[in-house]
């Protein structure tokens, strides 16, 4: 698309990539592939490396690896499941790493896309989410869990036929959507105006006669750029704390 000495690339551009292994096939793997990939690789081979570490005092990798750790814990499963966490600690640490490398990479030079501006990966990590927590629901609970979802105490027998009907659908079908979507849409649309921003500034400085408007486009990028780190680390962590809610709820249905 034109819009004066400006050109903006179509929207395929921006948010597909072409495969480079096994292309034309249901085993392609593309760079948004390769990004999730990495998302369970890298946090494997640092906890590897850090289980390796001796001695009282971490370092290296044991220092990165412990401080995730106590973030998660301390900020996302004691909060949001209160007690008996320490089960679905893993799980949540893998969440949140996975969602933020799958963040970053908008700001890292040659990849410059976020894994999660695709539905894909947000809707796979969402639904695993809403297995765990109907599955916590169901063993800490039996089936009745069930029924306490359904139809929760305190509520005139009456309101049922309208209670009932609105719980099935936020807890059961529109938790995993909601889930997936606030992920998935806040990072297309960081990813889109990044592009932006790249492209105005690309485009003013080629043309001398608005060179002047470059100081204002430059810092513009920058900013935004800073803005997408923030951004990639917040939506990491309201994602897993929405799944640690998610599983407290479960575990504690009373509460």
Not at 120 to 133: D, K, N, R
Request: charged share 10%.
């Amino acid at each position: 698309m034109i819009l004066g000495a400006v050109h903006f690339p179509p929207i395929e551009n921006v948010i597909e990539w072409p495969a480079f292994l096994f292309e034309g096939t249901d085993y392609a793997f593309n760079k948004i592939a390769f990004i999730h990939l990495l998302g369970m690789v890298i946090p494997a081979v640092v906890f590897l490396l850090a289980k390796r570490g001796d001695g009282l005092v971490p370092r290296g990798t044991r220092t990165v690896a412990e401080g995730i750790v106590t973030f998660v814990e301390e900020q996302i499963a004691k909060p949001g499941i209160g007690h008996g966490h320490e089960p679905y600690m893993p799980l949540l640490v893998s969440f949140f790493l996975f969602v933020f490398i799958g963040n970053i990479t908008e700001v890292i030079p040659l990849f410059q896309m976020p894994a999660n501006a695709r539905m894909a990966g947000p809707v796979v990590i969402a639904l695993t989410a809403w297995a765990m927590f109907i599955a916590v629901g169901v063993r800490h609970n039996g089936l009745k869990y069930f029924a306490m979802v359904l139809f929760p105490p305190g509520v005139p027998k009456a309101l049922y036929l309208l209670v009932t009907p609105i719980e099935f659908l936020s807890n059961f079908l529109v938790r995993p959507f909601s889930h997936a979507v606030r992920l998935f849409a806040n990072m297309l649309a960081g990813h889109i105006l990044l592009v932006t921003f790249t492209v105005l500034c690309i485009s003013v400085f080629s043309a001398s006669a608005l060179f002047l408007v470059q100081i204002g486009t430059f810092p513009g990028l920058v900013l935004f750029t800073a803005f997408e780190v923030g951004v990639s680390l917040i939506q990491a962590f309201v994602f897993s704390i929405l799944a640690a809610v998610y599983i407290g709820g479960a575990l504690h249905p009373a509460h």
